[in-house]
């Protein structure tokens, strides 16, 4: 016997293009939206991170508020660095350029009062 050879006619053929054709347009739209995905993914991330620095900056503000609700804090920074006192306390107040005095500027200021002071 012999084999009858196989010929698409027309319609055979057009539908075999259009498998094709459709078959490449959805893997086309496959890879579209895997590209898409991992981009949201990616911004998924980005902001996953933005929110966990944020939680960890609100945590330090919450300890530092919670630091400045104790009395003693507070005091500290008003005598400190505002320069509060309480009532009856007596501050002495140096300047930055006062030098301590060595042992011969001593006698030189002892003897030069006594001079001045003569009756």
Known sequence: MARKRFKPNLLQ?????????SFAWNMYKIVTAQK?????KNE??????TVSDIRYKQ???EEEIA??????VIEEFARKELGFVRPGEVT???SEGVQPATD????K???????GIQN
């Open 44 to 49: 998924i991330e980005k902001v996953q991170k």
């Open 109 to 115: 200021r002892s003897s030069s009062s006594r001079e």
């Open 36 to 40: 898409m995905i991992n981009q949201l």
């Open 104 to 107: 011969s500027d001593v006698a």
């Open 13 to 21: 053929l057009c539908l075999l293009i259009f498998l094709l054709v």
């Open 59 to 61: 945590q330090l503000v």
């Open 67 to 72: 630091r400045w609700n104790d009395p003693k």
């Open 92 to 94: 002495y107040m140096f």
